[in-house]
């Protein structure tokens, strides 16, 4: 099961999925969060984004497949009425056609020796008939066909402008082209997919975040176990507190200003996924009902980092996904992912569930 399909599955929990509304009301929530992505991913293409597209509705449509009911089987087919025979109507005896007899053409005159003389067509004297005839009659229908089309043409052509014109308008809307570099928020690299609050009822925010459109190969490998925290560090003046809840074990890290919070890699990790695309999920929420913004980087060694990311994470659970390509190298130890709770600067808390990572696949 992909982030995406996560998602919308955890998105039903909150509400009764039966209801096609409530259904409907989601998905509309999952197309407006990857636009959003998307609109802030400069670096990928026309293709690639419309592939993200493409892989939303075949999601959607594979989920939507579970709720339509079984067709009722057909009625069983009556029987047909005998054929009702009819008296056939007399035919009417067809008169033969009146034929006039072919007028008789004169004799063709002789000349002085006794020879025909050459019959004389009116036409090579100079004389036109007042009839036209058969072939001024189809050039005059030929003539006149071209001057009926052009109105449909003329038409054909104008709705075919107007239809490129309208989806000209269209993309470069979508696209963001004229929006500034502050509405862009180019700071921000790879923004995750998020169901918003109020895009569905049921409850809490209930939020998840994307990859690049793969899905995890093979099992999942854990980085971090809130019940072993000794993988854990803190900077001078950040919290790290093991926390008990409903027999659920979650850290509840916090930091002042910039700092961060590093998770370690072992070596055996990266060994694993060294080659391949990786994808490394964070499971993670908010405290106190509040929303914080999470921002993440990652020193892998040899195998170099993934950047930085930033998420907005909401009070509910959720996975937070980013997919990084590792060299076909051999690591030499172990790495880190830093985590700071809030980037803000507000100090507000985090709690981190687990982080792990698999193969990634498309």
């Not at 928020?185 to 459109?213: K, Q």
């Not at 995890?216 to 003046?237: K, L, M, R």
């Not at 709770?341 to 709690?351: F, I, K, V, W, Y």
Request: with cysteine.
């Amino acid at each position: 099961m992909d982030a995406i399909e996560n998602a919308i599955r955890k998105a039903f929990e909150k509400g009764d999925a039966s209801k096609r509304p409530f259904r409907e009301k989601v998905y509309r929530s999952a197309f407006a969060a990857l636009e959003r992505t998307l609109e802030a991913r400069d670096d990928l293409s026309e293709d690639a984004k419309l592939a993200r597209r493409d892989n939303l509705k075949a999601t959607i449509t594979e989920i939507e497949t579970e709720f339509v009911p079984a067709a009722a089987p057909s009625s069983p087919a009556a029987p047909k009425a005998p054929p009702v025979s009819r008296p056939e109507p007399r035919r009417r005896q067809a008169s033969s056609p009146q034929v006039s007899p072919e007028p008789r053409r004169a004799p063709r005159p002789k000349d002085d020796n006794g020879d025909f003389a050459p019959r004389i067509d009116p036409r090579d004297r100079g004389f036109t008939p007042d009839e036209p005839s058969q072939e001024d009659a189809k050039r005059r229908i030929r003539a006149a066909l071209p001057r009926q089309r052009r109105p449909y043409a003329m038409l054909f052509l104008v709705a075919t402008l107007v239809a490129f014109a309208g989806m000209g308008l269209w993309w470069t809307m979508s696209s963001g082209i004229l929006m500034s570099s502050d509405e862009r928020d180019t700071s921000v690299r790879n923004p995750p997919l998020a169901l918003e609050e109020d895009s569905f009822s049921g409850g809490d925010d209930a939020s998840s975040s994307g990859s690049r459109g793969s899905r995890a190969a093979g099992q999942w490998i854990t980085v971090f176990d809130p019940a072993d925290p000794t993988s854990v560090s803190a900077p001078d003046g950040g919290n790290i507190d093991v926390m008990r809840n409903d027999d659920q074990i979650f850290l509840r890290v916090s930091t002042a200003g910039s700092a961060g919070i590093s998770f370690d890699v072992g070596q055996g990790v990266l060994e694993t996924l060294a080659g391949r695309n990786a994808i490394f999920s964070i499971e993670a929420r908010a405290q106190d009902g509040e929303e914080t913004q999470l921002s993440l980087s990652c020193s892998f060694g040899a195998l170099g980092g993934c950047g930085r990311t930033r998420y907005v994470v909401g009070p509910t659970r959720a996975d937070y996904l980013f997919e990084v390509e590792l060299p076909n190298q051999s690591p030499s130890g172990g790495g880190t992912i830093t985590i700071i709770p809030d980037a803000t600067g507000e100090g507000h808390a985090l709690d981190v569930f687990s982080i792990r990572a698999a193969r990634a696949t498309r």
